[in-house]
């Protein structure tokens, strides 16, 4: 005889405290704290919560196995005072939909997989924010799919941090990569790249990060990106409102194992400074990228290539500035936009040509003659000091072309355009005095006719808070229907009308039928 017992659980979520002055055989309470986050961690179900008071707890926190919360309870570690509770790291197997918030992060030193500040490459469904995760010796964050990486500074680590498919990174700071082999002589000092970070599949969202600090001392040999990709197919990407500061470059991407063409990807409303190259999507591997649209970016002292995209389809370059710096006369690579169906853009460099260039409508080398900060001395306000807002009446100002819907506004947030027309680069120029014109209206429907007269207003207008502009005609002439015909005519086509009479006679229709074909016939205009 089989005997099948079925349980019930009932889940009710409990917040757990930690507390470098608790013990870990109390409860866990507010009042009688565990001693350690690790027995928070060995505990915690859906739901739960651990809270961690201030202190310096020296652990590298392991999540057992198999425990995972859900996408509406994950498992929260959650900081009690912002970054005032230190761990040396946490790792994580096979849990997904878990929370890390608040925490400082520093000198993980042992084992590979702990070598990273939160470690969780084979996960997805994680929150990792507000953490202060610095001088650790791999990678600051390792994070599966679906994971949301926000508000975190990432200081002092080989790598910052990667992502997988259905991420979204944004609003960290990730500063002063630093190889830590070079360093401590492991023997593995320039193996490997130092990027700022990377990500891996589909569907990533990059936005408002800051990727600066780059010291060749700190890193030796080692390459250096602000955004990398390799392998995969990396369909729908959005890359804005970063800044990317002393690096290799901004974006690499090559797609060795990709089987199909790359799809979709958005770069608009960045600011890159002093780096080898711009945009580079390989073309040796895969079967090119498509969709690719590089909108309103600032690219300033590029020493080599600043786009190009091999293998490319219905790829777009508009309103950028790309400011190329002399470089020794034996490089061979110095190019400026290779993506045909590129407009609107500034580039400046020493030997920029046709050869290097391809597109229409583009202002090539118009400052000849001037170094690469004496064009920053005329186009932005303090490039110096990294500040690339736009000075008034440079060529920078109103010449782009209308990207409505796609950049609305600039990497600060103010609606693009002010006045007429589109600025190039990541900022719109704003004295004050320009005012956005509305260039995009959504209508009301048209109102009863009403004395030969119907109307319709405005219900919205872009871009936010414009004025003016040149809407569609919001009145226009109608002709006053007899109250039957509004209420009867869409049931009745003439050719119903004139047959009535001989339905009538054939007995096929009612008197009352007959009578209100007639009145329709007679007042409305059919």
Not at 13 to 39: L, M, R
Not at 205 to 229: A, V
Not at 513 to 519: D, T
Request: glycine share 8%; net charge negative; charged share 20%.
């Amino acid at each position: 005889m089989l005997c099948l017992t079925i349980f019930s659980f009932s889940v009710n979520a409990t917040t757990y405290y930690v507390s470098v002055d608790g013990n870990n055989s109390f409860p866990g309470t507010q009042e009688q704290p565990f001693k350690t986050i690790q027995k928070g961690a060995d505990i915690a179900i859906a739901g739960d919560t651990v809270m961690v008071m201030p202190g310096d707890y020296n652990e590298h926190v392991e999540m057992p196995r198999h425990v995972s919360g859900t996408p509406e309870a994950k498992i929260t570690f959650q900081s009690v005072e912002n970054k005032s509770a230190k761990v040396r790291c946490f790792t994580l197997g096979d849990n997904n939909y878990m929370r890390f918030d608040g925490f400082e992060i520093t000198n993980c030193l042992t084992g590979w997989d702990s070598k990273s500040g939160i470690y969780a490459a084979s996960t997805k469904g994680i929150d990792i924010v507000n953490n202060y995760i610095h001088d650790v010796y791999y990678v600051g964050i390792q994070c599966g799919q679906n994971c949301y990486i926000a508000n975190n500074h990432i200081y002092k680590t080989t790598k910052g941090l990667t992502v997988n498919s259905n991420s979204t990174v944004e609003y960290n700071e990730v500063e002063r990569p630093y190889r830590w082999g070079i360093h401590e002589g492991d023997g593995i000092a320039d193996q490997g790249d130092s990027d700022y970070m990377r990500f891996f599949g589909q569907n990533v969202t990059i936005k408002n990060n800051k990727f600066w600090g780059m010291q060749r001392e700190d890193i030796g040999g080692s390459h250096n990106d602000c955004i990398q990709t390799f392998n995969h197919c990396f369909d729908n990407l959005l890359v804005e409102n970063n800044y990317c500061f002393n690096a290799s470059g901004f974006i690499m991407a090559s797609v060795e194992k990709c089987n199909a063409v790359t799809n979709n990807v958005i770069i608009r409303n960045n600011v890159i400074a002093h780096v080898t190259y711009g945009i580079d999507f390989d073309e040796r591997y895969g079967l090119g990228y498509s969709n690719v649209s590089i909108y309103n970016n600032t690219f300033f002292d590029v020493k080599l290539q600043s786009m190009t995209i091999s293998k490319g389809e219905n790829d777009f370059a508009k309103n950028n500035i790309i400011i190329v710096s002399d470089i020794n006369s034996s490089a061979t690579s110095l190019q400026g936009i290779l993506i045909p169906l590129s407009s609107n853009n500034i580039i400046n460099g020493p030997r920029i040509g046709a050869k290097y260039f391809v597109g229409t409508n583009n202002m090539i080398n118009i400052y000849p003659g001037k170094t690469v900060e004496e064009v920053g001395e005329i186009l932005f306000v303090d490039a110096t000091n990294y500040d690339f807002r736009l000075k008034p009446d440079t060529n920078a100002v109103n010449t782009g072309t209308n990207l409505l819907g796609t950049v609305d506004y600039d990497i600060e947030g103010n609606a693009r355009p002010k006045g007429n027309v589109w600025d190039l680069g990541a900022y719109e120029y704003d004295d004050g005095s320009k005012v956005a014109i509305c260039i995009d209206f959504n209508y009301s429907t048209w109102g009863a006719c009403s004395n030969g007269t119907q109307t319709r207003t405005i219900t919205s207008h872009r871009p936010t808070g414009c004025i003016g502009g040149n809407p569609e005609n919001l009145t226009r002439t109608c002709t006053t229907l007899h109250p039957i015909c509004e209420q009867h005519l869409e049931r009745y086509n003439q050719t119903q009308i004139l047959e009535a009479k001989q339905q009538w006679f054939n007995g096929g229709l009612t008197l009352n039928e007959i009578i209100l074909r007639a009145k329709i016939r007679k007042h409305c205009p059919i």
